[in-house]
């Protein structure tokens, strides 16, 4: 059963607008990466619910602060070289410190939050969450690796679970130490 499913016969639980950004650049296999996750969260349906957006892009732009607006929850998928199997799942502070991966892009998340601060929002900043898969150095032209294959399977089955239940205790529950 999906998550979407789970959600919308659930009347107990309040349904939460949520933003979930995969990045990667475009000449490196973490693109193909990110939208491999999205694929496979739209074929299981999870996609189809009018209070989840998914946005895929080579990077993190400024402008992905207007995205972020009108969200209650907030997700970032990327990978790095350094990152930890099958995943890791953090909550990004929304002082500014989110923690640096090894390699960071231009934009980090927590850019993206202070600008949305920046600009206005009505209430507090939307609690924000980073997913970290680890990136194979084995590819074969357009290929996923088949590390990165199982770690995008186990992230599927991660989010499925956490979109059934959007509370902020059930997320912050899901992140790694």
């Keep these: 059963m999906s998550a979407g499913n789970d959600a919308t016969k659930n009347t ?23 939208s491999s996750l999205l694929n496979r969260l739209r074929e299981r349906s999870i996609a189809d619910s009018w ?26 998928i990327d990978t790095s070289k350094h990152g930890k199997a099958p995943f890791e799942f953090q909550e990004i502070p929304s002082d500014g410190s989110a923690p640096i991966l090894p390699v960071a892009d231009t934009v980090l998340p927590s850019d993206l939050l202070h600008a949305l ?24 032209g357009d290929d996923i690796a088949p590390s990165s294959d199982a770690s995008i399977t ?10 059934g239940d959007t509370s902020n205790a059930h997320w912050r529950a899901g992140v790694n130490s």
């Design 12 to 34: 107990n639980k309040q349904l939460r607008r949520i933003l979930i950004i995969a990045y990667g650049e475009e000449r490196h296999a973490d693109i193909r990466v990110a």
């Design 51 to 76: 209070w989840l957006t998914l946005i895929e892009d080579a990077a993190l732009r400024l402008e992905h602060a207007l995205d972020l607006r009108p969200n209650d929850l907030a997700l970032f």
């Design 117 to 140: 601060a920046t600009i206005g929002r009505q209430g507090a900043l939307p609690p924000s969450f980073r997913l970290t898969l680890p990136l194979a150095d084995q590819y074969s």
């Design 154 to 163: 186990a992230a599927v089955d991660f989010l499925e679970n956490l979109l």
